[in-house]
């Protein structure tokens, strides 16, 4: 009779042979050949975290900061966004959603309508880039507009509250976007869009941007025109938008941006209502975790069209940034904003022509799948 241990030895050395020997398996039946599967690609997956505390010492008893947007409350701690963002690069065929949630997109989406599911969709476009067209790229969908010196995410910007010519400019549009390179640093690019603000169009008419985007090693130089109707329901009277952004790095701790806005509201009776602002900003990186980033801004509405008073208002802003590591960042900023009229809010229902605050705000991201 075999002895207990060589039993177990000879069953263990029959399981080791058929583990090693692979499995002779009957192959699939061939299926039709199929083009390439844009949806097994990769997919890049980020996300990102953005909160605040915010002092206004004018103590506006609404609790709200005037000509401010995304760092709107006062006197609180708010969770301004949460965003979760999926993308594939069009090869050719492509895509991007972007989840958010918190404050600060329900500003970005306070002109659409109410309930509007996409109100929880900053973008949501589909992107298709031809073989041999030479980069040539369309985006059809959401997308956040091409005008500005600041982007909507707080982790790429220098200051934390952002300029007056943000808050007053559009924030995304929904529609066509075909951009073309030109040349290696040279892109142009043409959209028609519904309009601003809006998924859905509020006439219609329809809105047409033209961009042109010419990047160097030290020198950027960003240009974008909106024309069309954007009142509701009458397509009489164009608004015309210029923006264009000179950035300058002339070394590894300088950055410079110049911002310069013009816009003109052409009403149904004939009248005009103009605006223009500029604004510059710098960042200046005194270590690799540390940089000081101030901005100052003219903003003259001289019709009252886009604030609700004719006045020249400016801002300055001095911020303190902090990276602690890869992915979590803290900004500490001062700001005062200042009118030739009384315009900003004071304790029970008083008006003051300037408005001081302090912040504080801790912004933390993750991206996973990036190339």
Same mark, same amino acid.
């Given at each position: ?6 039993a ?5 050395l029959l ?10 398996e009957?192959p699939?039946p061939?299926s039709?050949a ?8 990769p997919?890049?997956v980020s996300?990102?975290?953005d ?8 103590n506006p ?9 995304? +760092?709107?409350?006062s ?6 966004m ?6 594939h ?8 959603? !972007?989840f /958010?949630?918190g404050r600060?997109?329900?500003v970005?989406h306070?002109?659409?309508?109410g /309930?509007?599911i ?7 476009y589909?992107?298709?880039?031809p073989?041999? =067209?030479?980069?040539l790229?369309?985006?059809?969908g959401?997308?956040?507009?091409s005008?500005?010196?600041e982007? =909507? ?20 549009h929904?529609?066509?976007?075909v ?15 519904n309009?601003?603000n809006?998924?859905?169009d509020n ?7 033209? &961009?042109?985007?010419? &990047? ?7 240009q =974008? ?16 938008f ?6 300058? =790095?002339?070394?590894s ?7 310069? !806005? ?7 009776a004939?009248?005009s209502? +103009?605006w223009i ?10 270590? $690799? ?5 101030p ?7 001289? +019709?009252?069209?886009?604030?609700g008073s004719?006045?020249k208002l400016?801002?300055?802003?001095l911020?303190? $940034?902090?990276?602690? &590591?890869d ?9 005062r ?12 229902g ?7 605050t ?14």
């Amino acid at each position: 009779m075999p002895c207990p241990k060589d039993a177990i030895a000879h069953l263990f050395l029959l399981a080791v042979v058929a583990v090693s020997v692979p499995a002779q398996e009957t192959p699939p039946p061939a299926s039709p050949a199929l083009g390439p599967a844009w949806l097994g690609g990769p997919v890049r997956v980020s996300g990102l975290l953005d909160g605040y505390y915010l002092r206004n010492f004018n103590n506006p008893a609404s609790g709200t900061n005037q000509l401010r947007n995304f +760092d709107v409350k006062s006197n609180s701690m708010t969770l301004s966004m949460a965003k979760l963002v999926l993308e594939h690069d069009p090869a050719p065929v492509g895509f991007r959603v !972007d989840f /958010g949630f918190g404050r600060a997109f329900q500003v970005f989406h306070a002109a659409e309508p109410g /309930g509007n599911i996409l109100n929880i969709l900053p973008q949501a476009y589909v992107s298709f880039r031809p073989e041999k =067209t030479g980069g040539l790229q369309i985006d059809f969908g959401k997308f956040f507009t091409s005008a500005g010196a600041e982007l =909507t995410e707080n982790d790429t910007n220098w200051n934390y509250s952002r300029s007056l010519i943000y808050a007053n400019g559009p924030y995304y549009h929904a529609g066509l976007r075909v951009t073309k390179p030109l040349a290696e640093s040279f892109t142009v690019g043409v959209q028609v869009l519904n309009g601003w603000n809006n998924v859905e169009d509020n006439n219609s008419g329809k809105t047409l941007g033209f &961009t042109t985007a010419w &990047t160097g090693e030290k020198v950027s130089w960003f240009q =974008t025109w909106y024309t069309g109707p954007e009142k509701t329901a009458d397509n009489r009277g164009f608004r015309n938008f210029y923006d264009t952004v000179l950035t300058l =790095t002339p070394g590894s701790r300088a950055q410079f941006n110049l911002n310069f !806005d013009y816009g003109t509201e052409k009403m149904a009776a004939g009248e005009s209502h +103009d605006w223009i602002a500029v604004s510059g900003q710098a960042r200046f990186a005194l270590t $690799e975790k540390w940089s000081i980033n101030p901005r100052l801004e003219l903003y003259h509405d001289k +019709d009252g069209f886009i604030t609700g008073s004719a006045q020249k208002l400016k801002e300055f802003t001095l911020t303190g $940034e902090y990276k602690w &590591t890869d992915g979590l960042m803290a900004k500490a900023e001062y700001r005062r904003d200042w009118s030739d009229v009384a315009y900003f809010e004071r304790g029970l229902g008083g008006l003051a022509k300037s408005q001081n605050t302090v912040l504080v705000g801790l912004i933390a991201w993750f991206e996973m799948g990036r190339r």
